[in-house]
């Protein structure tokens, strides 16, 4: 069983910056990629962003490519960090993290088997 914690969600200013951190514990290992996604009220839960736990590939949405930054803490390898520049009122949301075990694409919440409970971004205008 892996859980999946997430902070560093708030509110915020238009054009501000947040770093939301998701911390795994319990059964990581053989874990293929972690991603973020997020959910606005009414809407589907998107990607937002996914890194390769078995190398260093990262991926990003295009609506947030040059703004947002996956990574990886390199001593603590089950903490995943996403790095939020030049936040919108767009990108408010809940900002969930995710596990996904198995090979394929980190685009579809579908692949993902675990999930943390989500942190609240609000941006405000």
């Known amino acids: 069983q892996v859980q999946l914690a997430e902070s560093g969600g708030g509110l915020v200013q238009a054009g501000d910056s947040l770093r939301l951190s998701c911390a795994a514990s319990?059964?990581?290992?053989?874990?293929?990629?972690m991603g973020w996604f997020r959910q606005a009220p009414g809407k589907a839960r998107e990607f937002v962003a996914a890194?390769?736990?078995?190398?260093?590939?990262?991926?990003h949405a295009d609506s947030v490519k040059g703004r947002f930054t996956i990574s990886r803490d390199n001593n603590a390898k089950n903490t995943v960090y996403l790095q939020m520049n030049s936040l919108k009122p767009e990108d408010t949301a809940v900002y969930y993290c995710?596990?996904?075990?198995?090979?394929?694409?980190?685009?579809?919440?579908?692949?993902?088997?675990?999930w943390g409970q989500g942190t609240q971004v609000t941006v405000s205008s």
């Open positions: 890194v390769i736990l078995t190398g260093s590939t990262t991926y």
């Open positions: 319990g059964r990581t290992f053989g874990g293929y990629a």
């Open positions: 995710a596990l996904r075990r198995t090979f394929g694409s980190v685009y579809f919440p579908s692949g993902y088997s675990s």
